[in-house]
């Protein structure tokens, strides 16, 4: 049974930072690419960011770039979002995801299994 857990998430000003977790269980984790998606208040859930197993590849969505980072720890079995500079935009549910083997890195359908969430709130 895969398992992702996300945390980090919270309340920050904007201008500020946050860096969300996600452990993950039950798979080999270095074996697949991982990915960060939000989901804002009557949107749609988008891409964030992606990293491949090795780490030695990142994507991001145009939105993010330059200011979230993400990264990977295969030894912890950790993928981990650095998100500097947040907007009141950013708000969100972000979620984690592990990749399947054939899809699309940038799209849901790529991703088969989910965590459950955590709540980024920045106000203004």
């Known amino acids: 049974q895969v398992q992702l857990v996300e945390s980090g998430g919270g309340l920050v000003q904007a201008g500020g930072s946050l860096r969300l977790s996600c452990a993950a269980s039950g798979r080999t984790f270095s074996s697949y690419a991982m990915g960060w998606f939000r989901q804002a208040p009557g949107k749609e859930r988008e891409f964030v960011a992606a990293?491949?197993?090795?780490?030695?590849?990142?994507y991001y969505a145009d939105s993010v770039k330059g200011r979230f980072t993400i990264s990977r720890d295969n030894a912890k079995n950790t993928v981990y979002l650095q998100m500097n500079s947040l907007k009141p935009e950013d708000t969100a549910v972000y979620y984690c995801a592990s990749k399947n083997p054939i899809g699309n890195i940038a799209t849901m359908k790529g991703y088969d299994y989910w965590g459950q969430g955590t709540q980024v709130t920045v106000s203004s």
């Open positions: 990293i491949r197993r090795s780490g030695s590849n990142t």
